[in-house]
C-alpha cells in the first residue's frame, strides 16, 4: 500500500511480486499492420450471405445495388 500511495503503479507491483517484466501501458507496443491478422475471404463471404438471408433475401436491380456501394 505504501508505494501504491508514492505512485507505483498495480502493474509494476504485480511484476515486481511476480518478478516478471514489467508490462505498462508506456511500454506496449501496437502491432503493425503486418503484424495484424486478416480475416478469411471465405469468412467475409458467410458473413454477408447471413446478413443477405437475415435482410429477407432482397433482390435488387443493378441501379439499386450501385447505389447502395
Known sequence: MEEVSRGTSVQDLRAKLTKKPSTSAAEVKEPSVS????????????????????AGKPNYSQEQQLVTL
Not at 503484424?35 to 437475415?54: F, G, M, N, S
Request: net charge negative; proline share 5%.
Open 35 to 54: 503484424e495484424t491478422k486478416t480475416i478469411p475471404d471465405e469468412l467475409v463471404q458467410i458473413q454477408a450471405y447471413i446478413r443477405w438471408e437475415k
